[in-house]
C-alpha cells in the first residue's frame, strides 16, 4: 500500500476534531491527569458516564511517575490495595499493611484502563477558567497548553459540564480562578482556599478522603487539592488517598447525577 502524507494529516485533524466537538457536553470534566483523577475518569467511564480528562501537560501521570524524590516506587496502605487488584498493577508487601508498586507499571495501567473503559483524556489542553452561571460552575475555558507557555494572545474555547473535578494537585488551580474570579464564597469554613499544610502523611491521607467533595457549587475537589483546599497536610509519596479520593468523587458525581 502506498501512503499518502496529506491523507495522514487530514485524518489525525478529522478525528481529532470530532473527538473534542463530541466531548464539548459532559457529565463530568476532569482538570488534572494524576492519580487522582485518572482514577475518576476511570470509575465514572465504568459507570457510562460521558467524562473526558484535561492535562496541562504531554503525559499524564502527575506526581505519580517519580515516586519520592525519583525513585520511581510508590507505597499504597492496605485500604488502597484493592484498588491496586482491581487495577492488575503487582504489588509486594514490604512491612505489613505498607504495599509498594512499581510507578511507571502503575501510573501506565491506570491511563490505559481510564482510556480503554471510555474517559476521553485530552493532554497538552490547560484549564484556565471556568463558566459560572446562577452560581454554579457549568463548564471550563480551556486553552493549548502552549499557548498558555507562549504567552500568545489567543482566546480559549469552552466546554460544559454537569460536574467539574478539581485535581489539579498541589496548586489547586480550578479553585484559585474561582476564588479570584468569582463573587460568592467557597465551601471551606472560611469561605477562601484554607491552603496547604505540611508534611503529616498518616493525617494527610486520612483527611484527603473526608475532604473530596463540592467546595464550590459544580466541583468536587479531589486528591491533593483536596487537602489545599480544606487546609490539611501533605503526604509524600504515599498513594493509597489519591486512589480513594478519585474513587469517592466518582462516585459522589454519579449519586447527584442520579
Ligand atoms: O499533582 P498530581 O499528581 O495530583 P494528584 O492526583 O496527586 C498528588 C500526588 O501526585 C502527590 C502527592 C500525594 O501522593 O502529594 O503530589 O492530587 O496531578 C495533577 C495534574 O494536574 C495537572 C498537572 O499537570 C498534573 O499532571 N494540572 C494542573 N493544573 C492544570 C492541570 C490545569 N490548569 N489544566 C490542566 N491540567
Not at 151 to 168: I, N, Q
Not at 177 to 184: A, H, P, S
Not at 233 to 251: H, N
Amino acid at each position: 500500500m502506498s501512503l499518502d502524507e496529506v491523507t495522514i494529516s487530514r485524518a489525525i485533524i478529522a478525528r481529532y476534531s470530532n473527538k473534542l466537538t463530541d466531548n464539548l457536553k459532559l457529565d463530568a470534566a476532569v482538570v488534572g491527569g494524576g492519580p487522582a483523577g485518572l482514577v475518576c475518569a476511570w470509575r465514572l467511564a465504568l459507570k457510562g458516564r460521558k467524562v473526558a480528562l484535561f492535562e496541562r501537560k504531554l503525559s499524564v501521570g502527575g506526581g505519580m511517575w517519580g515516586g519520592g524524590m525519583m525513585f520511581n516506587e510508590i507505597v499504597v496502605q492496605a485500604e488502597a490495595k484493592p484498588i491496586l487488584d482491581e487495577l492488575g498493577v503487582p504489588s509486594v508487601e514490604f512491612e505489613p499493611g505498607y504495599f509498594t508498586a512499581d510507578a511507571v507499571t502503575c501510573m501506565s495501567t491506570l491511563t490505559s484502563k481510564a482510556c480503554l473503559a471510555g474517559a476521553a483524556v485530552f493532554n497538552l489542553i490547560s484549564v484556565e477558567d471556568v463558566m459560572v452561571r446562577e452560581d454554579r460552575v457549568t463548564g471550563l475555558v480551556i486553552n493549548w497548553s502552549a499557548v498558555e507557555m507562549g504567552g500568545l494572545h489567543v482566546d480559549p474555547l469552552v466546554l460544559a459540564a454537569s460536574w467539574v473535578v478539581e485535581a489539579t494537585g498541589h496548586a489547586t488551580e480550578v479553585m484559585a480562578v474561582i476564588q479570584r474570579k468569582v463573587d460568592q464564597k467557597l465551601l471551606t469554613p472560611s469561605g477562601r482556599l484554607e491552603g496547604e499544610r505540611s508534611m503529616w502523611a498518616e493525617r494527610a491521607e486520612t483527611d484527603t478522603l473526608k475532604n473530596t467533595k463540592e467546595a464550590f457549587p459544580g466541583v468536587i475537589v479531589a486528591g491533593m487539592s483536596a487537602n489545599a483546599t480544606f487546609g490539611s497536610y501533605r503526604m509524600g509519596p504515599v498513594f493509597g488517598g489519591m486512589l480513594l479520593s478519585g474513587e469517592k468523587a466518582a462516585r459522589i458525581i454519579d449519586e447527584r447525577l442520579g
